[in-house]
């Protein structure tokens, strides 16, 4: 790897001022600190004080100037499938059903293997690293060599064990899927990487399996990260086999609980609005996927008017085609007030909270991240502000989320460990990734073009 070294290495514990115009926390809501450091040592936010304070405090400490910058908590990405970024613009403007069967199932039939695996988690964690991102929530074959991937790259990462009845070539059926599963959570290194189990949908898995997913979440306090609701076919198809909506199925299935993520939800009625309150499930919200699929829309703001936790995913870049989670939040907090004719809903500091503090709570781990907080892990990102669309600066918090692009951050710290280095990526051979990616779209190309009806 040609990685360039990096000074702040988690072994290098020598302090950091981390010295920006403007930090928004995010705890407390809607505070704006103007000229504030965050003080980090190894991996961990030491302080966060007005400059002046911090320079006659830690006189000796390494200062990083981001004097155009706004620093904030690294942002989450709360439902993607990182491998499918090989994936991306194969197949475009066609309904859910389709485009699953007909081009993105006979295509991961045919080439998902470790390596696959490998090198699109790699381009997909070199995106994520670029648009702000210290955290992704991922569903996707062979978690352990995603595990490892983002292990390898310094990235937190809750991975999925994914739970599918058909048999994949990562696992021939969905017993097996929790197996190896179970045995990878077991034995899978921990330092930023928590587990889920991932079913993938409510009419991919059986009511055992389901069943046995809920045993074991109880039993090991794991989050459910599921596709539910994404389009009225599901609801249909739900009536038909089973007599009764999703919602009411996983209900009795024993997974309706506060560890369920249930993403998308666009097919959502009175009854699951009920179901979701009482359980204290969260709900991740996944607009451009959803418009892009023409799925429908998630009823973001009646949710959180009945106190569910709504979070923000891109979902894989096959269907998105991008995993940039700031023009999600904007999509997001846009698509919110179209829909219900009410410019008053998802403000710009709610939707912050969304990619950040909120979507750590669905995690379980808010006490690690989301907030530049004393004690927390230094997982933030920063963002320059001096460009035209980014100025005057009225209100940072609005610029963030109306007006500015990904191609702002300039860099991004996990767990103290600087990844992205005024825009260069520290622990990822940024040329080695596009190799192998320009490899994989000669072979996948070679597969569609004749025998795909495109
Ligand atoms: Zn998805």
């Known amino acids: 790897?040609?990685?360039?070294?990096?000074?702040?290495?988690?072994?290098?514990?020598?302090?950091?001022?981390?010295?920006?115009?403007?930090?928004?926390?995010?705890?407390?809501?809607?505070?704006?600190?103007?000229?504030?450091?965050?003080?980090?040592?190894?991996?961990?936010?030491?302080?966060?004080?007005?400059?002046?304070?911090?320079?006659?405090?830690?006189?000796?400490?390494?200062?990083?100037d981001l004097s155009r910058h706004v620093l904030m908590p690294g942002l989450i990405n709360m439902h993607t499938h990182s491998p499918m970024t090989l994936l991306r613009g194969i197949a475009d403007d066609i309904e859910l059903q389709e485009w699953l069967k007909s081009y993105i199932w006979p295509v991961e039939q045919t080439f998902?293997?470790?390596?696959?695996?490998?090198?699109?988690?790699?381009?997909?964690?070199?995106?994520?690293?670029?648009?702000?991102?210290?955290?992704?929530?991922?569903?996707?074959?062979?978690?352990?060599?995603?595990?490892?991937?983002?292990?390898?790259?310094?990235?937190?990462?809750?991975?999925?064990?994914?739970?599918?009845?058909?048999?994949?070539?990562?696992a021939g059926?969905?017993?097996?899927?929790?197996?190896?599963?179970?045995?990878?959570?077991?034995?899978?290194?921990?330092?930023?990487?928590?587990?889920?189990?991932?079913?993938?949908?409510?009419?991919?898995?059986?009511?055992?399996?389901?069943?046995?997913?809920?045993v074991v979440s109880e039993a090991l306090d794991l989050p459910v990260h599921m596709h539910v609701l994404e389009s009225a076919w599901e609801i249909q198809h739900s009536l038909q086999v089973h007599g009764c909506r999703p919602l009411q199925r996983l209900e009795r299935l024993g997974l309706m609980t506060p560890r369920l993520l249930a993403?998308?939800?666009?097919?959502?009625?009175?009854?699951?609005?009920?179901?979701?309150?009482?359980?204290?499930?969260?709900v991740v919200h996944c607009p451009q996927s959803n418009l892009k699929l023409a799925n429908g829309i998630c009823p973001v703001s009646d949710l959180i008017a009945e106190s569910v936790n709504v979070v923000i995913g891109t979902d894989g870049a096959a269907s998105n085609n991008n995993l940039d989670i700031l023009s999600e939040a904007q999509t997001a907090a846009l698509l919110a007030k179209g829909?219900?004719?009410?410019?008053?809903?998802?403000?710009?500091?709610?939707?912050?909270?969304?990619?950040?503090?909120?979507?750590?709570?669905?995690?379980?781990?808010?006490?690690?991240?989301?907030?530049?907080?004393?004690?927390k892990q230094a997982d933030l990102t920063a963002l320059d502000l001096h460009y035209p669309e980014s100025q005057p600066v009225y209100n940072v918090i609005s610029q963030l989320i109306y007006a500015a692009s990904s191609r702002q951050f300039t860099d991004t710290w996990?767990?103290?460990?600087?990844?992205?280095?005024?825009g260069r990526l520290t622990s990822l051979d940024i040329d080695s990734v596009m190799q192998s990616t320009a490899q994989w779209q000669d072979k996948i190309s070679n597969r569609i073009t004749p025998q795909m009806p495109v």
């Open 173 to 214: 059926s969905a017993d097996e899927c929790i197996e190896k599963g179970m045995f990878i959570i077991e034995h899978v290194e921990k330092n930023l990487t928590t587990f889920s189990l991932s079913p993938h949908a409510p009419y991919t898995v059986d009511d055992a399996a389901l069943k046995r997913i809920a």
């Open 339 to 375: 829909a219900t004719g009410d410019a008053l809903v998802l403000a710009a500091p709610r939707v912050l909270e969304m990619l950040t503090i909120k979507a750590a709570e669905a995690l379980g781990i808010q006490h690690l991240t989301g907030s530049v907080e004393k004690g």
């Open 414 to 422: 996990v767990a103290g460990r600087r990844l992205l280095d005024e």
């Open 263 to 282: 993403v998308h939800m666009t097919q959502c009625s009175r009854s699951d609005f009920g179901l979701l309150k009482a359980s204290g499930a969260n």
């Open 112 to 170: 998902v293997s470790e390596s696959f695996v490998r090198d699109g988690t790699r381009l997909a964690i070199a995106e994520m690293l670029r648009c702000g991102t210290t955290c992704f929530n991922e569903n996707y074959f062979f978690p352990e060599t995603i595990a490892e991937t983002a292990a390898e790259a310094g990235i937190r990462a809750c991975i999925g064990i994914p739970v599918i009845d058909v048999a994949t070539n990562w």
């Open 1 to 64: 790897m040609n990685a360039r070294p990096s000074v702040d290495h988690p072994e290098n514990t020598e302090v950091q001022l981390l010295c920006a115009r403007y930090v928004v926390p995010v705890v407390p809501a809607e505070c704006i600190l103007k000229n504030h450091c965050v003080v980090i040592r190894g991996d961990v936010i030491l302080d966060l004080l007005p400059e002046i304070d911090a320079s006659r405090q830690y006189p000796g400490a390494l200062r990083v």
